[in-house]
């Protein structure tokens, strides 16, 4: 059997995990192509030179994972030690604890309610008008209520998203729920960590494979494919076909950076709920890594912004119904002979790292256990869905 | 070197980990004697026999240290799972997280403060005119204020304690600080967790060892001493001595069994801050071990009374500087030849598991190295000193 030559476009996580895996079946020359002059994607970290905190360029990430096999997977490149997001919400009622839980609906409506009366409290607030909800607002008002809705969610999604929630799809919901208990993290997930030496560290080593080489600051398209024996694609879809039937939207994200000294906020991420204040969340990066000791403590404040050119791209925007050229560009995708798309950009969906890292080994699997005829590279790994989630 | 003959009285935590360090060295035959009809002493756990979940006999045990080798030592023994403790507390103003947090104040005072600020707000709130705290209350209201005091430390610390908190030392204080950040974990140490099996499951495997034998439902007392070649007391210091200069105070607890389906309380531990709410917390055990199912749940609600003939003896009373026979019995314990006295009972102090392991293990150390001569057995492992923390 001769070594096949394949390309990887993208260096991060999805990108990284797949060109490992192929390199190390010893069956692939894997060369990675990466156009941003350095590793990581979307989860690249690094230290702060003012204040030596490890940072997370593009917002705060939490491994999270049920799957033990993806929990052992990623142990291999870094130690994971525990860490629970816990979110806290500024709201214009004051400071409350995200997910809504048991804690949240006590303080906020001044209760002592245990799991039960609680769960029969919040479905009393229910607005039972709303009969089968087919917008977020119409399902949030149909199951929390007005004044949660309002506090927690109306206006938090508003700026994160750039659309008036009227105009989102219920499914934006199904992944935050109301809990009646008081559990605060943030993911449900048996495994929930941080990597000491940050996700680059990860996604370094992933790479680091005689088989593989990396290019940075340098991209390959769809008139470049012929030169490999396939392509492997994490950029984003409609780039792959040069925008020729229009642009997918995404919404990037402006950080602006706070350095002062101490603690600036006494946690690692809360979240901004008020229409009113323009950024959408602030992140403190060293209460990621409470092992490390730094005296100056280093913030990003997030706004979220429609993605233009030249801007990262950070979430596949919510699709409704009306989706643009996307589905089309799937049809394409799908017919593709020399590439099969993967990643969060490559598959237009909201995806997490834990879920990233799965698709990406699960595709290297069938990739090594097809015959070797070249039809038989897995396509399009999975349909883009309708955003399942509000952003973390 | 001959095999020396010792015998260890109590089977908790203290006695377990010093017999069989004392086993294991190979130059001891260990008897261990315990007066009651099992082993575990108050870390005992056992499976609930209607709901099949795993309870703590004696309240709520959560394993937390920062000590490597207490924390490598233990994990010999069982696996020991993630778990922090994050009490909730139920007051006359509603429920709240402790210890005193961030969200606590925000909450408390409907305020949105970030650390800094919520800093400057308690110094604010102090008592000023109390110069040098003298007493609990004092304190409280010297670094609290009244209404935190009040709402938080009052009802529950005389429920507790059966004290005026006027009348109990400001050491109590300590262990319970104010917490500028939104950390609501119970404990600061490193590590935190419940073995999988339970305690009483660690301590049968320390048991278990060919030099080992342990007698049940049997005790052993300072006239049979004679018969070892030295004897390692954890039971209670006053009873060695057969209480000839009067009783040291115990707090003990009533436990009420509460057997329902689903969810409790939706946390593993809920305190009690109200006087006029007789009891002071309630612990639902599944809680503590997320990774089982059970349909039904158990929780086991206590209430503080003073230790009578018979009753299991749960926390040494705080001292004031009045200690009744406390130093007595402290200095003969000191001049005991054939004794040594350990763990919670033994040196009548409020211990963590995480402390008596380390003075366990220290003692053992200790032992070993000693030169074989009798009078070179380590004395009375720590001197008693007021109690240093609120019951958790």
Redesign the interface.
């Known amino acids: 059997m001769s070594t096949r030559k394949v390309a990887v476009v993208g260096a991060g996580l999805s990108g990284s995990v797949l060109a490992r895996e192929l390199a190390d079946s010893g069956r692939f020359q894997v060369a990675v192509f990466e156009e941003r002059p350095h590793v990581g994607g979307n989860c690249r970290c690094f230290r702060d030179p003012d204040s030596g905190v490890l940072v997370h360029e593009f917002g705060p990430h939490v491994f999270h994972t049920s799957r033990e096999d993806v929990w052992r997977y990623v142990r291999r490149w870094d130690e994971f030690r525990?860490h629970t997001l816990?979110v806290?919400a500024?709201t214009e009622r004051?400071?409350?604890?995200l997910p809504i839980?048991?804690?949240t609906i006590?303080?906020f409506f001044?209760?002592?309610l245990?799991?039960?009366r609680?769960e029969a409290f919040i479905a009393g607030l229910g607005d039972r008008s709303v009969k089968e909800p087919r917008t977020f607002e119409e399902q949030a008002l149909r199951y929390l209520g007005r004044e949660l809705y309002q506090a927690f969610f109306r206006g938090y999604t508003k700026k994160q998203w750039g659309i008036e929630p009227a105009g989102l799809p219920t499914s934006i919901l199904a992944r935050l729920p109301v809990r009646?208990?008081?559990?605060d993290g943030y993911y449900n997930d048996t495994y929930s960590a941080i990597p000491v030496h940050g996700y680059t560290h990860v996604v370094e080593q992933l790479l680091d494979h005689p088989r593989l080489e990396v290019h940075l600051s340098r991209s390959i398209g769809r008139s470049d494919a012929r030169e490999f024996d396939h392509v492997f694609y994490t950029g984003s879809l409609d780039r792959w076909f040069e925008y020729d039937i229009g642009r997918l939207a995404y919404r990037s994200v402006l950080f602006e950076r706070l350095i002062e000294r101490?603690?600036?906020?006494?946690?690692a991420v809360i979240n901004y709920c008020e229409e009113r204040v323009p950024y959408t969340r602030v992140t403190e990066f060293k209460h990621f890594t409470p092992w490390e000791e730094h005296e100056l403590t280093v913030c990003f404040r997030e706004t979220s912004i429609p993605a233009g050119a030249g801007d990262p791209l950070c979430y596949p925007v919510p699709l409704s119904e009306r989706s643009g050229p996307l589905w089309e560009y799937v049809a394409r995708a799908q017919r593709e002979r020399h590439a099969t798309f993967l990643g969060r950009l490559g598959t237009y969906r909201y995806l997490d790292m834990h879920v990233v890292v799965a698709e990406a080994l699960d595709l290297a699997r069938k990739v090594l256990e097809a015959p070797t005829a070249a039809e038989r590279w897995p396509r399009f790994t999975g349909m883009p869905v309708p955003l399942d989630g509000i952003s973390c």
């Open positions: 525990p816990r806290k500024v004051g400071v409350f604890s839980n048991l804690l006590n303080q001044g209760l002592r245990d799991p039960r609680a009646f208990n008081y559990d101490g603690d600036y906020q006494g946690t």
